[in-house]
T-cell receptor, first 115, second 111 residues
Framework: EAGVAQSPRYKIIEKRQSVAFWCNPI?????LYWYQQILGQGPKLLIQ????????DSQLPKDRFSAERLKGVDSTLKIQPAKLEDSAVYLC?????????????FGSGTRLTVV | TQLLEQSPQFLSIQEGENLTVYCNSS?????LQWYRQEPGEGPVLLVT?????EVKKLKRLTFQFGDARKDSSLHITAAQPGDTGLYLC???????????FGAGTRLTVKP
């Protein structure tokens, strides 16, 4: 089965610019997640969708980050304007409804560098 | 403050040695998962443990879930260079899809 697809793989932008990341989850997975992984740390959940509804966005910096999941399939994560501290790998993952039993499948991530 | 504390943070060993890494918390988890992440890739699921005291084996890897479901360990026997990577534990403390990661143990196995 095809994995979770993410693009781009790498992005370098200047601070105060905007950037968008795209994710295509595994077909049939109801739940989609965006994680931020800063160098040397574990992934931190930014937002969780179930189908096309937001389940948890408590750790999403809503003044600059936004995300949507149109039609309950693909998702985009946007940062506007970017700050230096946003430099990180942005991981997308998907799972069936019961991710606790089946685990999450992650994409390869987008490495963002803000200069 | 991390919900899950992993130790050690870094571990460098020679091929053939055994090692154990730990994942501890003050919270009770309904289930816990271990992932391995290689550079430039996303984490890959190794195992899910659900029952307190549960032990699961995956070839040379042995995973244990604590009796109180607050901690877990990963033991690797006869480590190989291919085991090199970041080992992450992740626990479900709330809803079925509320998973939080530890900071990971970065393992290097030298040939």
């Amino acid at each position: 089965e095809a994995g979770v697809a993410q693009s781009p793989r790498y992005k370098i932008i200047e601070k105060r610019q905007s950037v968008a990341f795209w994710c295509n989850p595994i077909s049939g997975h109801a739940t989609l997640y965006w994680y931020q992984q800063i160098l040397g740390q574990g992934p931190k959940l930014l937002i969780q969708f179930q189908n096309n509804g937001v389940v948890d966005d408590s750790q999403l910096p809503k003044d600059r980050f936004s995300a949507e999941r149109l039609k309950g399939v693909d998702s985009t994560l946007k940062i506007q304007p970017a700050k230096l501290e946003d430099s990180a790998v942005y991981l997308c993952a998907s799972s069936p409804l019961n991710g606790a039993n089946y685990g999450y499948t992650f994409g390869s991530g987008t490495r963002l560098t803000v200069v | 403050t991390q919900l899950l504390e992993q130790s050690p943070q870094f571990l460098s060993i020679q091929e053939g040695e055994n090692l154990t890494v730990y994942c501890n918390s003050s919270s009770v988890f309904s289930s816990l998962q271990w992932y391995r992440q290689e550079p430039g890739e996303g984490p890959v699921l190794l195992v899910t443990v659900v029952t307190g005291g549960e032990v699961k084996k995956l070839k040379r890897l042995t995973f244990q879930f604590g009796d109180a479901r607050k901690d877990s360990s990963l033991h690797i026997t006869a480590a190989q260079p291919g085991d090199t990577g970041l080992y992450l534990c992740a626990g479900f403390a709330g809803g079925v899809n509320d998973m939080r990661f530890g900071a990971g143990t970065r393992l290097t196995v030298k040939p």
